[in-house]
């Protein structure tokens, strides 16, 4: 599989589902295209694959993933505004871990499992 999103208006609508991310532990196993978050969350790691990236297990995407952080955020613990969605242009999350707060995450339509 080559790391794409689908049509723009696709991913908008969130065709690939949700999936809420709560607690400290990293979520490693679900690719997204965007989030929001709770007000004032606060996030310990995101990172990511570049678009149009060739993988096809979780091992694949660990190995291409880079961080995130400087792309959207001046340090990584800045709070989160809740009522934003959150998007890294070019790139897929695929590894999220907060400090505090929530995050609703929009799931790419095809996803990677193990």
């Not at 990236?53 to 979780?58: D, E, I, R, S």
């Not at 955020?73 to 897929?92: C, E, H, K, N, S």
Request: proline share 2%.
């Amino acid at each position: 599989m080559n790391a794409l999103f689908d049509r723009q208006i696709n991913e908008l609508l969130a065709r690939g589902g949700t999936f809420d991310i709560t607690g400290t532990d990293a979520v490693t196993n679900k690719q997204s295209w965007g989030f929001n978050a709770s007000d004032g969350a606060v996030l310990a790691v995101i990172k990511g694959i570049p678009l149009k990236t060739a993988v096809t297990t979780l091992a694949g995407i660990t190995a291409a993933e880079v961080d995130l952080q400087d792309f959207f955020l001046t340090a990584l613990t800045d709070p989160l505004f809740a009522g934003v969605i959150y998007r890294v242009d070019g790139y897929i999350i695929t590894n999220v871990q907060l400090t505090s707060g929530s995050l609703h995450c929009y799931k790419t339509n095809t996803q990677i499992i193990a």
